[in-house]
C-alpha cells in the first residue's frame, strides 16, 4: 500500500472528512513521528508499536564482489517494534 493508497482508504473510512484533510492529517502525523525519532525520541502508539531510534556502531564488514574488509561507519537507524496486539493480530 502506497502513501496515496492509505490517504484513499482512510477517507473512505471517514465519509464525512474530505480527502484533502484526510492527507493533511496523514502527512503532519508522519512530520512528527520523523521529528521525533530524529531527535533521538520514541514514538509508542499503543496497540500498534513503537518508533525508537537504534545506534549501530563502527564495525568491519566485508566488500561482496572482492572478499576483501572495509570499515563501515557508525550510523543511527530506525527501528520498529510491533506491540503485543499487533503481534497477535498477525498470527491468527
Not at 473512505?12 to 472528512?17: A, E, F, M, T
Not at 502527512?27 to 508499536?49: H, Q, S, W
Not at 556502531?57 to 527501528?79: C, F, H, K, W
Request: charged share 25%; glycine share 6%; proline share 3%.
Amino acid at each position: 500500500m502506497t502513501k496515496t493508497e492509505l490517504i484513499q482508504a482512510v477517507a473512505q473510512r471517514l465519509p464525512k472528512i474530505h480527502v484533502n484533510d484526510v492527507d493533511r492529517v496523514i502527512n503532519a502525523t508522519l512530520d512528527t513521528i520523523k521529528a521525533e525519532v530524529t531527535a533521538g525520541g520514541e514514538v509508542n502508539l499503543i496497540g500498534f508499536g513503537k518508533f525508537s531510534v537504534k545506534e549501530i556502531s563502527a564495525r568491519i564488514g566485508m566488500n561482496p564482489r572482492t572478499g576483501e574488509d572495509i570499515q563501515l561507519p557508525a550510523s543511527r537507524r530506525v527501528y520498529f517494534k510491533q506491540s503485543k496486539t499487533f503481534k497477535k493480530a498477525l498470527q491468527s
